[in-house]
């Protein structure tokens, strides 16, 4: 059911309505008396044009006249009398003679259809439209309108007199019409058209064009029809062009001809929407005094719909509207605190959701990670036993061979040693591997931090180019740890240290404090390349490394003794500047070293 008009609407609209249907009856009446005085005068000025040119026209006889007399000049008689190279020459320079622009070529048509002299080759295959047998004496005819080289001819034929059956053949250009239907054209804006009477060519005079869509009966008399999709109706007149097989079609859009009584039409119009429009704003600044209130109600209402605040509603007023903006501002205030408290509501419950999201990941990449550890465990116990035992015969067939070799040549001893070399590193996977593989518990005890620094630093191989500097309290507390483990991590972290800065050498710190008043910190820094933040957190992974050797399981090793002495190892690097390893263990209580 459609929604009722307020009064604020109805008035303006009545007075609105009334002055349309008053302008309308006026226009419509107006412009039927018109465009009928329109269309009226363009069937007058196309008859008379129609009739100026079917009366005035001798085209067919006239250009028939003009072949005829090619056809009688003496030296194309002689040259068809005495054909020979001489003839030849002066009957096509006969031929080739052209008063005017209009002629594209001339031939000679024997009688059997051969072509016996032509300017123009390319015209020679064209049928010329007449028929086979050609009646004695001088006659000749007009052929159909075509296109040949982008131009639109037609053929002109005369028999030659004394010579039965070959006659002259004149290829002419369409022209355009005559000066007096040009001057018609541009009075009337006239479209003049030439076409065959059985309408499969039609042109303008400088290209082709589309033909009616009907063929009337030739009639001097205005019709009126469309044309083919693309083209308008048109009001136009036909005549037949005597002596050929033309028809000369004269028309006018319909649009050209109905646009006086259209440009009537919208200057009335144009009138009768002005006198709408005053009529309407007269009425609309009577009732604007009660529609403003209601539009800025709207207004407000439209704001609150879309979620935004309102401050206050700018409706003054004593009467029913002042006392309806005074309570849609107080339901107002209402709503905005309603959504506020929903919003906190909501905000608040997605913080919760997110907090138990991120608990959920964290505890399911722990199980994750827990059940790839164990794999991984079963997996390297079992190769660690099955590695050791070569390893420790080569090993032992090394050391047999040191001794049993009293003065080896030097290459022998080079490959001694890198024997020696590659199988300690092998030992070295190995026992990673094993380590990794069996929790080993930790016999924790009161341990001087100190020297389980130094033992494992007397343990280490000698590198020329790095140095150590330990930094060590006296008073450093003792740490309740387990010191093997204690040690093979420290071992494990200086090593990799050594290999991190590589043959460039460098400086390697190890210094100690108490933190947090129960635990103490080792720090291990060297001047190394450092490592890169996108690897910050994964190389406590197991399997991971940046190394050429080795099968990352040296600071996973670490991190599960550190964890195994209620310790842990973090790092913090700062790349091109080295890294800093730093282990956390608890104090032994009330002892110091």
């Avoid at 630093?457 to 450093?476: C, E, F, K, T, Y």
């Avoid at 690897?535 to 080795?550: M, S």
Wanted: hydrophobic share 45%.
């Amino acid at each position: 059911m459609p929604r009722p008009l307020s009064l604020g609407q109805k008035l303006p609209l009545v007075v609105a309505g009334f002055m349309l249907l008053v302008g309308a009856g006026i226009s419509i009446g107006s412009y039927a008396e018109v465009r009928q005085t329109a269309l009226n005068a363009a069937r007058q000025h196309i008859g008379d044009l129609v009739t100026l040119v079917g009366s005035g026209q001798r085209t067919g006889p006239q250009l028939v006249v003009a072949a005829r007399a090619v056809g009688r000049r003496d030296v194309v008689r002689t040259f068809l009398a005495h054909p020979d190279s001489a003839t030849r020459v002066a009957a096509f320079d006969a031929l080739a003679e052209r008063p005017g622009q209009t002629i594209l070529a001339t031939q000679l048509i024997a009688a059997d259809g051969s072509v016996l002299l032509s300017t123009d080759s390319s015209f020679d295959n064209l049928p010329s439209d007449f028929p086979p047998a050609v009646p004695p004496g001088d006659s000749g005819a007009v052929g159909r309108l075509r296109t040949v080289h982008d131009s639109i001819v037609y053929p002109v034929s005369s028999t030659i007199a004394d010579y039965p059956g070959m006659m002259v053949v004149q290829w002419r250009r369409a022209t355009s019409a005559s000066e007096s239907s040009q001057n018609a054209r541009h009075a009337i804006g006239a479209t003049m058209l030439l076409g065959n009477r059985d309408g499969s060519y039609w042109t303008d005079f400088a290209k082709v064009v589309p033909g009616p869509s009907l063929l009337p009966r030739a009639s001097r008399q205005p019709v009126e029809y469309t044309r083919e999709p693309g083209h308008g109706a048109v009001i136009a007149g036909f005549v037949p062009l005597a002596g050929t097989p033309w028809l000369f079609s004269v028309e006018i859009p319909m649009s050209t001809v109905l646009s006086p009584a259209d440009l009537f039409l919208r200057r009335v119009l144009l009138v009768t929407l002005l006198c709408v429009v005053l009529g309407g704003l007269a009425a609309w600044l009577y009732t604007r005094r009660l529609i403003t209130p209601l539009r800025q109600l709207t207004a407000a209402a439209d704001t609150l719909a879309a979620g935004g605040q309102l401050d206050s509603i700018p409706v003054a007023r004593a009467d029913e509207l002042g006392s309806l903006a005074t309570s849609f501002e107080a339901m107002a205030r209402q709503i905005h605190e309603a959504r506020q408290r929903l919003e906190e509501k909501v905000t608040e419950r997605t913080s919760e959701l997110n907090v138990a999201l991120q608990q959920l990941q964290a505890a399911q990449e722990a199980l994750v990670r827990r059940e790839k550890l164990a794999m991984l465990g079963q997996l390297a116990g079992g190769v660690g036993h099955e590695l050791r035992n070569p390893l420790g015969v080569m090993s032992n067939a090394i050391y047999y061979l040191e001794m049993v070799l009293e003065s080896p040549p030097e290459d022998v001893r080079e490959y001694l040693h890198l024997l020696r070399e590659q199988v300690a590193l092998s030992t070295r996977i190995v026992s990673d591997l094993l380590d990794f593989a069996r929790a080993t518990p930790a016999h924790r005890r009161a341990t001087a931090l100190g020297e389980v620094v130094v033992a494992q630093l007397q343990r280490l191989p000698a590198a020329p180019r790095v140095r150590i500097d330990v930094r060590l309290d006296g008073d450093l507390p003792m740490v309740d740890v387990d010191p093997l483990h204690i040690g093979q991590v420290v071992g494990n972290l200086v090593t990799n240290a050594v290999q991190a800065m590589g043959d460039a050498g460098g400086r390697i710190t190890i210094e100690a404090e108490p933190v947090g008043g129960d635990d103490v910190a080792l720090r291990i820094t060297d001047s190394g390349p450092g490592v890169p933040p996108e690897l910050i957190d994964q190389i406590f992974e197991p399997l991971f490394t940046t190394k050429a050797r080795g099968i990352g399981l040296g600071l996973a090793v670490s991190r599960a003794l550190m964890q195994a002495n209620s310790g842990d190892i973090t790092v913090c690097s700062d790349p091109g500047h080295g890294a800093t390893f730093t282990l956390t263990m608890p104090a032994a209580a009330g002892v110091t070293t």
